[in-house]
């Protein structure tokens, strides 16, 4: 069982085969350019969204909304209906 002193407190940037502590700017950004690199590589149909039932509607709501419109994918889905 994990420690809470072995949880990771920063973002990690993969370079290479190495990971390293990194900037939550930076994290996002190479996040942020992974799913546009793919996107445009392989069509937004590339992308999925998966949210949870236990959020508000609200979040599920902007989900959704980003997956549809920012990614332009409808490859979305939550446990919502079970």
Do not use: Y
């Amino acid at each position: 069982m994990a420690t809470q002193d072995s949880r990771l407190t920063t973002p990690l940037v993969r370079e290479g085969s190495k990971l390293r502590p990194a900037t939550w700017d930076e994290a996002l950004d190479r996040a942020a350019q992974g799913f546009g690199d793919t996107v445009r590589k392989h069509g937004p149909q590339s992308f999925g969204m998966f949210s949870c039932s236990k959020t508000t509607n609200e979040m599920n709501f902007l989900a959704q909304k980003f997956a549809r419109v920012v990614v332009g994918s409808n490859n979305i889905d939550s446990c919502n209906r079970t």
